[in-house]
């Protein structure tokens, strides 16, 4: 076998697996009551069945082949491709995609026409039905009003549609007719309908109802009654066999029965008199109103003054008439009113643009009201003029008066009014929903500024005019103020970026059109809007730098995800632990737990709770305030942070316990007014060590501070000594020492200081262990290794220390010094609570995949596993969120090593 025929045959086998699918998409959608979605891939597939045909005839067998086969097949595929193009408007008609809806008709009216009309059933009810419904759509009456009549007409030629289908075509028709006022069209479209033949009683009575109300509208009185009169005698609401159903039947009758009874009105009143005569004054006011508004820059004022008397004349001659009691005159007597009042809204617009040219931008706010109202008031008789003239005049006006709230509502009002005008101009219609945009993105609403930008590019405009809606699209991607704070705290939380992968897209996005519109830059064609060279030199400059600045931004973002450290994405309050600074690395992760928790509340990009990593950031903060700083007052207060967190994201709850040892956990808690507290780890007033007084106030000054008050009467806590029992106690023990036979018990030591006291005898005793740890205090020194406190007076009394009598009156001095009361402002740091105060080895220890431990647990967990390879959580096995705590163990103290010193 040759070559040549070994590729025929592969040909043909490939041609018959593609035709085979094609033949499968096809029957699913026939099959489907709902567009399926299939027309696209039987579009690309008889497309491609079309190209193998063609590689087949080849000039070496084109003879016998081409005569006898190659026609009919030629036939078929293109019959495919028509179909296909059916399908895909079926399908972007679903998706509302008119203009894509109109291409594919298009083609398949091609197509078919290509071939003689062939294929004229699926044209007539099914391409022609499509491309009506997406004139429809693009409210494009004229063009679906064509579209629909080519439809009807040709049902009516085609015997196997239903003859019931083809009156109903005929009658929709001429519904648009005469709702257009083409009465004579509308009285031609229903005579075809009623013409047809073999339809049920329901059809033909809804034509000839049709062709009654298109004669009368037509002022065929006479033939109009006889033919609604017969419709009526005939009714029936029968629907059986039709597609007509009984709601609609009920509103046709009520048609008829109004038609019929302003016929029969109408007749009766033939013979009264149906004529207002005006007064000559009133003739002369009308013409001279006229010739004042065909001047060029008519005054406002003198026409508005002219139409308001014109106005008053009209209303006292009709009166004079009593043209309410006779209804001949209701229609006449409505004209004449009609026409004064749109004398007044024709001033009011002329008086609108005056003052806004004038800068009067109040007295262009009362103009447009006016004219607004009298447009409603005659049911938006005017609304053309009202969308194009006195919406534009009212804009204006609020924007030089800084309304900003109302001036956007006007401009969304006109910008969807303009697409009801088929004379404005897309450029017009571009430019008012670029001007929407542009007051979104004063006011901070991005997102609808992006969605009315997208609105403004499907409108078919100049180029100049696209690509300034594309520049708006762009610019709402990438200026959100919630997407830029979250950017923030990315950059101080660079492994934190599930939280700004909307943003992020959005960015792309932006990137993507602002780069498009660089390409499709273009200042032709400018005649055809209202933008002039220096406008558009402007908003190129603007577009170059809003391109800079996404570029940097997405630069910026691409280097915050590079950012590692030891393997590990780590926050950069990192650095600062393993450098020994912990207030900054505190200060570092506060900053961006507040910022994350800020854009969670303010932006609604944010909402996916479940994923966001605030509870993380927070535990971060805790810990380090915590553990590292020991500050209980801020930690609490990022501990009830967490918790809500934790409940918002939907996570579980903290643990209570030590998973590692099982013990309860010790939470810090608030300072409160009135808490006693004691002063510790003062680097500069290190005097003020170790003196305790009570909390006066909370968050005193810029940077948070506590006032504490110290104050020689204090009331301690109990067992412990005041100030004065203090300096008694240690009067007892120089006394004890002084004397030559001292009796070695501590008891003794407590009554002489419950003698120098006036409580009086007593009044130490159930604080004698205070007693005891004062008497320690003092005499313990380092030549000694004495456990009792009888061995240490003892040995105070045998060996005479030389220090001891004036190290007991140096602290006797600094009691007395220090019993003054005074107020400072400390750190919340620098403050121990009396009770409830947690050593460090034993505060709770969160890491950032929320799992709670004593600092001492976790710390020798990471010892006795850090050198095994094992660098996970030991409850969760989380690896990536477990790594900021190996660095945080890394700088604490190892409490459980015998050489552990506090």
């Known amino acids: 076998m040759a070559a040549w025929e070994i590729r025929q045959k592969e040909l043909m086998d490939e041609l018959k697996a593609m035709e085979d699918s094609w033949r499968k998409l096809y029957k699913e959608q026939k099959e489907s009551t709902i567009p399926a979605g299939k027309g696209k891939a039987m579009l690309l597939l008889a497309l491609r069945i079309k190209q193998r045909w063609q590689e087949f005839i080849t000039k070496r067998d084109r003879g016998q082949i081409v005569k006898d086969h190659i026609p009919n097949h030629m036939v078929m595929v293109d019959w495919k491709i028509f179909e296909a193009h059916v399908a895909c408007a079926r399908d972007y008609l679903e998706a509302d995609a008119y203009r894509e809806t109109l291409k594919h008709t298009q083609k398949a009216l091609d197509l078919s026409d290509a071939h003689g009309g062939a294929w004229m059933e699926c044209v007539v009810m099914n391409v022609l039905n499509y491309e009506k419904e997406a004139w429809i759509g693009l409210d494009e009456e004229s063009n679906y009003l064509d579209t629909a009549t080519r439809r009807a007409e040709g049902m009516a030629q085609l015997a196997a549609v239903p003859r019931d289908e083809v009156v109903r075509a005929f009658c929709e028709v001429a519904t648009v007719q005469i709702e257009l006022d083409d009465h004579q069209a509308a009285i031609k479209t229903a005579r075809a309908a009623i013409r047809v033949e073999g339809v049920r009683p329901a059809s033909r009575n809804t034509a000839r109802m049709k062709l009654g109300v298109a004669l009368g509208c037509a002022k065929l009185t006479d033939e109009a009654l006889q033919l609604l009169e017969q419709c009526e005698r005939d009714w029936t609401m029968s629907v059986e066999g039709t597609r007509w159903n009984e709601q609609e039947m009920v509103a046709s009758k009520a048609l008829l029965d109004k038609c019929l009874e302003e016929l029969r009105r109408g007749q009766a009143n033939e013979t009264a008199d149906t004529e207002i005569l005006m007064s000559v004054e009133y003739g002369n006011m009308t013409e001279t109103w006229n010739k004042l508004y065909q001047q060029e820059g008519p005054n406002g004022e003198a026409l508005l003054a002219l139409a308001l008397r014109i106005k008053q004349r009209t209303t006292e001659e009709l009166d004079d008439i009593n043209w309410r009691e006779r209804p001949p005159l209701f229609d006449m ?6 026409y004064a009042d749109r004398s007044v809204f024709t001033s009011h617009t002329r008086c609108a643009c005056n003052c806004v040219d004038a800068g009067a931008y109040n007295a262009t706010l009362r103009h447009t009201k006016c004219a607004i109202e009298l447009n409603d008031a005659w049911e938006d008789r005017w609304r053309e003029k009202v969308v194009i003239i006195v919406l534009d005049c009212e804009l204006r006006a609020l924007n030089a008066l800084g309304e900003h709230s109302k001036f956007l509502d006007v401009a969304t009002r006109r910008a969807n009014a303009l697409a009801e005008f088929p004379n404005v101009s897309g450029h017009d219609r571009v430019d008012a929903l670029c001007e929407v945009a542009t007051a979104l993105m004063d006011r901070g609403d991005y997102a609808g500024a992006a969605a009315i930008s997208r609105k403004a590019l499907a409108v078919d405009a100049p180029r100049v005019s696209r690509q300034c809606a594309r520049f708006k699209l762009g610019t709402a991607l990438m200026a959100d103020p919630q997407r830029l704070k979250l950017e923030s705290a990315l950059m101080a939380d660079p492994y934190r970026k599930k939280i700004l992968s909307e943003s992020d ?53 691409q280097l915050a995800e590079t950012l590692r450290e030891d393997e590990q994405l780590l926050h950069p309050s990192m650095n600062h632990v393993m450098k020994g600074d912990f207030v900054k690395s505190a200060e570092s992760a506060e900053r961006t737990a507040s910022l994350l928790l800020s854009g969670m509340c303010n932006s609604p990009g944010l909402a996916r709770f479940k994923t966001s990593n605030l509870p993380s950031c927070q535990a971060r903060a805790f810990t380090l305030t915590n553990c590292f700083l020991l500050d209980d007052h801020r930690a609490a207060g990022w501990l009830g942070a967490v918790q809500q967190a934790v409940e918002l994201c939907e996570r579980e709850p903290l643990e209570d316990a030590c998973p590692i040892c099982l013990q309860q956990l010790a939470w810090p808690a608030e300072l409160e007014v009135g808490t006693r507290v004691t002063v510790h780890g003062l680097k500069k007033a290190t005097h003020r060590n170790g003196d305790q007084g009570v909390v006066e106030r909370l968050s005193v000054g810029p940077d948070q501070r506590v006032q504490v008050r110290f104050c020689k009467n204090a009331e301690p806590e109990e067992g412990m000594l005041t100030i004065e029992e203090h300096k008694a106690v240690l009067r007892g023990l120089l006394e004890q020492i002084d004397k030559p036979c001292p009796n070695a018990c501590p008891e003794e030591v407590r009554r002489a200081a419950e003698a120098s006291l006036s409580a009086g005898i007593g009044c130490l005793e159930s604080k004698q262990d205070a007693v005891d740890e004062v008497l320690k205090d003092m005499l313990i020194g380092d030549k000694c290794e004495i456990s009792t406190l009888e061995d240490i007076i003892s040995l105070a009394q045998a060996t005479s220390f030389p220090d001891l009598r004036r190290s007991i009156t140096n602290e006797i001095a ?84 015998p050489s552990y010193v506090d």
């Open 333 to 338: 007597a409505r004209e004449y009113l009609m």
């Open 505 to 557: 897209r959005d960015l792309d996005e932006a990137l993507r059109e602002l780069e498009r519109c660089d390409r499709e830059w273009t200042t032709a064609d400018l005649s055809d809007t209202t933008w002039n060279a220096e406008q558009l030199a402007q908003l190129r400059k603007c577009l170059d730098n809003n391109l800079r600045l996404c570029r940097r931004r997405l630069a910026e973002k």
């Open 814 to 897: 600094r009691l007395e010094a220090s019993s003054a009361a005074y107020s400072l402002r400390v750190r919340p740091a620098n403050l121990k609570a009396s009770k409830g105060y947690i050593d460090a080895s034993r505060r709770a220890f969160m890491t950032n995949c929320l799992h709670c431990f004593h600092a001492r647990c976790i710390k020798r967990f990471v010892d006795e596993t850090f050198h095994e390879g094992q660098q996970i959580c030991p409850v969760c096995g989380e690896e990536l969120e477990f790594a900021e705590t190996l660095v945080m163990c890394a700088q604490m103290p190892s409490w459980d090593r």
